[in-house]
């Protein structure tokens, strides 16, 4: 106890100062808190339960964060949730997550019980070399407890979406957009159900205005080269889903997604080699994927055009 009430202290001492300002990153004057190559940002946060206004039932958050550690061989990532400011009781994650020097991607969660007389929370990500030494740390914008803009909308086109009602989805996450407009998801979802109508071109704008929100989202930037892909722009496409599949080294479902769409545009694009080697990785990485058969039959059918592409230069 003694160590984690050492932890929020420190913390919360230049957490303090963020809040205060209202900036959205650490200020360049604090850069001698933070050594230089060691940074974690927020790439995904995600509220498993809906907060009403009434502040009734835990709230359950799932985050995923990038780190780059350069400082320490060895060091720990906390989330820490700040009740409406940096003087309030915190929690944060029940165990550390380790991570060694370099860079990569961590999952955090945790869960809290709002209070009586909380009114706003705040999500913070920090690594720590040691109880006493913060090394970096990143934070969101206070969040209200009230219920969050556009949401009903938001649940309403999910359930349109289950049902394949997918131009009613597209209505009712235009309402979300009108309600909360610098909300990166809504047009991310948006985005998505336009592509399931053929609406590639609304789709691609609206996956651009979703990354220009939360540029670090990785099914934003997947689903902004499928978009590119189905509106006949494989080049394009190939770009953008070659720096989704370059920018983690370690992967993840979206670097297997990315895999499986550049392979559909290399192929369109009669580039057979490369086509077959994303296949390829794509079934190493999935194994039991679903679409095995199909894949392998995709690739035998580029084998042929390979050899027959052979064969004609050869014979020429």
């Known amino acids: 106890m003694l ?3 050492r932890i929020t202290r420190i913390l919360a001492a230049f957490v303090g100062l963020l809040l205060w300002v209202g900036q959205s990153a650490p200020p360049a004057a604090a850069a001698g808190t933070q050594p230089p190559g060691d940074h974690i940002t927020l790439t995904r946060l995600v509220a498993q339960k809906a907060m009403s206004a009434d502040a009734s039932g835990p709230v359950e958050l799932d985050a995923s964060a990038t780190y780059q550690l350069q400082s320490a061989p060895r ?7 700040f009740k409406d400011n940096a003087a309030t009781a915190t929690e944060s994650t029940a165990s550390r997550k380790w991570v060694n020097a370099g860079t990569g991607q961590v999952s955090l969660s945790t869960s809290f019980q709002p209070d009586s007389g909380m009114h706003t929370w705040t999500v913070v990500a920090a690594v720590f070399k040691d109880d006493q030494t913060l090394l970096a740390w990143t934070a969101t914008q206070p969040f209200t407890l009230g219920q969050w803009p556009g949401r009903s909308f938001f649940d309403k086109a999910l359930i349109d979406r289950r049902s394949g009602d997918y131009s009613q989805a597209v209505d009712d996450l235009t309402s979300a957009i009108q309600v909360a407009p610098q909300t990166g998801q809504y047009y991310c979802w948006r985005a998505d159900s336009r592509v399931h109508l053929g609406q590639y071109d609304q789709a ?4 651009g205005r979703a990354l220009q929100l939360t540029p670090d989202d990785r099914s934003c930037q997947v689903g902004l080269g499928v978009a590119l892909l189905w509106a006949g722009k494989q080049q394009q496409a190939v770009s953008d889903l070659t720096s989704v599949i370059d920018a983690s080294q370690r992967a993840d479902r ?3 997604l990315a895999l499986r769409a550049r392979g559909i545009a290399f192929a369109d694009l009669g580039q057979y080699s490369d086509a077959i080697a994303d296949y390829r990785e794509y079934l190493r990485l999935v194994p039991t994927a679903s679409d095995q058969s199909q894949i392998n039959n995709w690739i035998v059918d580029l084998q042929t055009a390979v050899s027959q592409n052979n064969s004609s230069a050869g014979s020429g």
């Open 254 to 256: 979206w670097t297997v």
């Open 75 to 81: 060091a720990f990532v906390l989330l820490f949730i």
């Open 204 to 207: 691609i704008a609206d996956y």
């Open 3 to 5: 160590s984690r009430r």
